[in-house]
Nanobody, 124 residues
Framework: QVHLVESGGGLVQAGGSQRLSCSASGRTSNYYSMAWFRQAPGKERDFVAALSWNGGRIYYGDSVKGRFTISRDNAKNTVYLQMNSLTPEDTAVYYC?????????????????WGQGTQVTVSS
């Protein structure tokens, strides 16, 4: 079992930046891909970014390419999401997820473990 806890959400103005963190505990000795997804009210959970355990595979959703950066510090069991040039369309609950097969996949159903989510609200 892996327990994930997100932090860093909040209110930010359009054009601003925010950094989310996701700390993992439990069976963190395995090689997990980590990802961020987000879900706005009334919408499906969308893929944001994924990163393999060794950092060799990184994928981004089309809507965040060039603005968001995913990274990880395996020594701290933490993954980050740096979000720049935020727009109101980025407003959502952001979830951290872990994939025990380390495949850096982009579909939510392929992830084994999830955090509780952190709200990001971008004001115009």
């Amino acid at each position: 079992q892996v327990h994930l806890v997100e932090s860093g959400g909040g209110l930010v103005q359009a054009g601003g930046s925010q950094r989310l963190s996701c700390s993992a505990s439990g069976r963190t000795s395995n090689y997990y891909s980590m990802a961020w997804f987000r879900q706005a009210p009334g919408k499906e959970r969308d893929f944001v970014a994924a990163l393999s355990w060794n950092g060799g595979r990184i994928y981004y959703g089309d809507s965040v390419k060039g603005r968001f950066t995913i990274s990880r510090d395996n020594a701290k069991n933490t993954v980050y999401l740096q979000m720049n040039s935020l727009t109101p369309e980025d407003t959502a609950v952001y979830y951290c997820a872990a994939d025990s097969l380390d495949l850096s996949r982009t579909q939510a159903y392929e992830y084994d473990y999830w955090g509780q989510g952190t709200q990001v609200t971008v004001s115009s």
